[in-house]
């Protein structure tokens, strides 16, 4: 598997990834190629995708992250979180549907820890968003 920076001809599969995750967020996938969009290339297809953006200098959010259905359960997000705290050390921090219990653990897996809630941040459903918070 190859983690690489993102390019346009990597966002209709980064569309079909996300539109088959309802769990992460649904936002426009040619945005991402304004933050720092990595992706994960098994065979020559696009696996999974992690998008981060600088908050503050030292300071870094994971903004979205999603596997193709096919390719869960083989460590993908797993490893384009690491390659992305690797990539740039620092502060991070994410937000997690609380009701998302396969996200929660794979961030605690990774290091991050619980640190706030965000009542009702979530919409369709509403639910709060669990703030995780690793430094690097």
């Given amino acids: 598997m190859k983690i690489r920076p993102a390019t346009s001809d990597d ?10 995750s309802p769990e992460a ?9 304004d933050y720092d969009c990595l992706v994960a290339v098994e065979n020559d297809h696009v696996a999974g995708f992690l998008v981060s953006r600088q908050t503050t200098p030292g300071e870094r959010e994971i903004l979205n992250v999603a596997v193709a259905l096919s390719e869960r359960r083989r ?7 690491a390659a992305e705290l690797e990539r740039v050390r ?3 921090f994410l937000e997690v ?6 996200a929660l653990n794979l961030y605690k897996a990774c290091g991050f820890q ?4 965000r009542n009702s941040y979530y919409h369709n459903p ?3 968003g669990i703030v995780m918070k690793l430094n690097s």
Avoid: K, M, V
């Avoid at 549907?97 to 396969?102: F, G, L, P």
């Fill in 126 to 128: 509403t639910e709060s």
């Fill in 11 to 20: 966002l209709a599969a980064i569309a079909t990834i996300q539109a088959a």
């Fill in 114 to 117: 619980e640190a706030g809630r």
């Fill in 90 to 92: 620092g502060q991070w």
């Fill in 25 to 33: 967020s649904q936002w426009d996938p040619a945005g991402y190629l």
């Fill in 97 to 102: 549907r609380e009701s998302n219990i396969a």
């Fill in 75 to 81: 460590s993908i997000a797993r490893r384009l979180i």
